[in-house]
């Protein structure tokens, strides 16, 4: 059986970021791709509960493609 490739997300792409901390929506945020830091850590976009969004650095390992029924 073929191995499916690792999705990588790359600058401009839209991603599904999951974490276990209580401070994020349940079932986790979509996120917009800014830009790749260092040491595998990716700057992404997201959108607060007051509509202002808020850019912050999550580990690439912590993106997920998001679900192709987004849109």
Known sequence: MARKAKWTPKPGEL???WCNSGKLARGGLNVLVIAEASGGY???EAL???GSSVRITVKSASLRAPQPSLF
Do not use: L
């Open 42 to 44: 990716m700057i992404v």
């Open 15 to 17: 991603a599904h970021y």
């Open 48 to 50: 607060r509960s007051d």
